[in-house]
T-cell receptor, first 113, second 114 residues
C-alpha cells in the first residue's frame, strides 16, 4: 500500500476551516484515500474516503488533486471537539487485505478557542 | 447502541498470566479485526477474520490466539503475558462484500502488564 506523508501537527481557530494536507505520491489506480481520526482515548473514527472525485459528507470534505498524488481534508467549521489525530490512509481495493489499514503518525490537530 | 464493543476497557495483570479480551459488533458485518496501538501511538493490524475464517495474521506471536465463535464476535486470548504486550487493543469490523466498507472501531482495551 502507498505511503502517506502528513504534517505532524496543526492548529486551527474554533469556527474556522481546518485544512489537513496529505501527500500520497506513489498511490496506484486501485487505491482509495481514506481519512480517519482518533480523539483521545477513543478508537479511530471513519471520516470520509474517495478515489479521484471530491467528496463531501456531514463531517468533512475531501479534495483530491487531479494527479491523485495529494489530498486535503477540510473540516468546514472546526470545533473544540474536532481536536484529534487525523490519519490519511491509502487503501487498496480488490484485495483480500482490504481491511488492512496502514496507519502512519497522522496529524495532531489542535482546535483553539 | 454501541456498534463495536470491547470488554474490559482496562486490564491490569502480571507477567505470565493468561487473559482474554472480548469484542462484539452489532452492525451485521462479516469481517472483524484486532489492531494494536503501542506506546508510540502507532496502530497496527494483528488479525482479521471473515465469516469466522482467519484471513490476515500479521506475524503475531502464537501466544496471541483470536477466536471467532460467530461473525459478530472476535475474542483475543493472550497466553503468558509479557511486559511488551502492554498496549491498547482495538477491535474493528467491516463488510467485506462492500469493498469500500470503512472499518468501525471499538474504543479499545488498555492492557497493562506488570
Amino acid at each position: 500500500d502507498a505511503k502517506t506523508t502528513q504534517p505532524t501537527s496543526m492548529d486551527c481557530a474554533e469556527g474556522r476551516a481546518a485544512n489537513l494536507p496529505c501527500n500520497h505520491s506513489t498511490i496506484s489506480g486501485n487505491e482509495y484515500v481514506y481519512w480517519y481520526r482518533q480523539i483521545h482515548s477513543q478508537g479511530p473514527q471513519y471520516i470520509i474516503h474517495g478515489l479521484k472525485n471530491n467528496e463531501t459528507n456531514e463531517m468533512a470534505s475531501l479534495i483530491i488533486t487531479e494527479d491523485r498524488k495529494s489530498s486535503t481534508l477540510i473540516l468546514p467549521h472546526a470545533t473544540l471537539r474536532d481536536t484529534a489525530v487525523y490519519y490519511c490512509i491509502v487503501r487498496r481495493v480488490y484485495s483480500s487485505n482490504t481491511g488492512k489499514l496502514i496507519f502512519g503518525q497522522g496529524t495532531t490537530l489542535q482546535v483553539k478557542p | 447502541d454501541t456498534a463495536v464493543s470491547q470488554t474490559p476497557k482496562y486490564l491490569v495483570t502480571q507477567m505470565g498470566n493468561d487473559k482474554s479480551i472480548k469484542c462484539e459488533q452489532n452492525l451485521g458485518h462479516d469481517t472483524m479485526y484486532w489492531y494494536k496501538q503501542d506506546s508510540k501511538k502507532f496502530l497496527k493490524i494483528m488479525f482479521s477474520y471473515n465469516n469466522k475464517e482467519l484471513i490476515i495474521n500479521e506475524t503475531v506471536p502464537n501466544r496471541f490466539s483470536p477466536k471467532s465463535p460467530d461473525k459478530a464476535h472476535l475474542n483475543l486470548h493472550i497466553n503468558s503475558l509479557e511486559l511488551g504486550d502492554s498496549a491498547v487493543y482495538f477491535c474493528a469490523s467491516s463488510q467485506a462484500g462492500d469493498r469500500n466498507s470503512p472499518l468501525h472501531f471499538g474504543n479499545g482495551t488498555r492492557l497493562t502488564v506488570t
